[in-house]
Structures are given as structure tokens and as C-alpha cells.
């Protein structure tokens, strides 16, 4: 699958312009949130807001997991604010500018 980019909104509500991005496979792309699971708080906000279906609980481990993380929308950062606790967290700015600059070469 690649990423296709949408010159409107995003489902996350974001303004995305990432058309560098159409020819790269999604699975090559390294925009997909991480949990803590110390930090997680399990209120499960996360699992209610993503329109992407990238979380999902688990029972055992009693916090929220990344199960799709090729769902999520690249530059899409809003499940990160939506958690209370902090225990979403997104590659740096440096990670992701270090990555494209090899991409675009």
C-alpha cells in the first residue's frame, strides 16, 4: 500500500501536504505513534478518538497497544493530545527530517 496523499483534510482533521511522500511505501514511512505502557493510564481515550483504528486494548497487559501502525495518518499528532497521561509519543522532528532528507534524494 502507499501513501496517498489527500490535498483537503485529513481524517484527523489536519492540513497534510506530504505529496513527496505519494511514491514510498506506507510500511517504509516511520510516522506511527508509540505507547508507554508505564505511562498509560488505561481511560482508553485514544481507543475512542482514533478515526484510523491504530489502537487497541490490551486485556492482559491492562494498557493501550499500537496494533495498526501503518493506519496512522503521516504528521497526524492529535491521539498524542488527546492523552492525558502523555504516553503516546511520535518520532522527533529530527528523526523525521533526517529520514526525508535521505528519501528525497
Known amino acids: 500500500?502507499?501513501?496517498?496523499?489527500?490535498?483537503?483534510?485529513?481524517?484527523?482533521?489536519?492540513?497534510?501536504?506530504?505529496?513527496?511522500?505519494?511514491?514510498?511505501?506506507?510500511?517504509?514511512?516511520?510516522?506511527?505513534?508509540?505507547?508507554?505502557?508505564?505511562?498509560?493510564?488505561?481511560?482508553?481515550?485514544?481507543?475512542?478518538?482514533?478515526?484510523q483504528d491504530v489502537f487497541r486494548w490490551d486485556t492482559e497487559a491492562g494498557h493501550t497497544v499500537v496494533a495498526e501502525p501503518f493506519n496512522c495518518v503521516v504528521g497526524c499528532r492529535e491521539c498524542e493530545q488527546v492523552c492525558l497521561s502523555r504516553a503516546i509519543r511520535f518520532p522527533s522532528a529530527e528523526e523525521w527530517l533526517a529520514r526525508r532528507r535521505q528519501w528525497i534524494r
Open 1 to 51: 500500500m502507499r501513501y496517498q496523499p489527500i490535498w483537503d483534510k485529513e481524517p484527523c482533521g489536519m492540513d497534510v501536504r506530504l505529496n513527496w511522500l505519494a511514491e514510498i511505501p506506507r510500511e517504509e514511512i516511520p510516522w506511527c505513534p508509540t505507547v508507554d505502557p508505564d505511562a498509560c493510564m488505561g481511560n482508553r481515550d485514544c481507543l475512542a478518538f482514533c478515526p
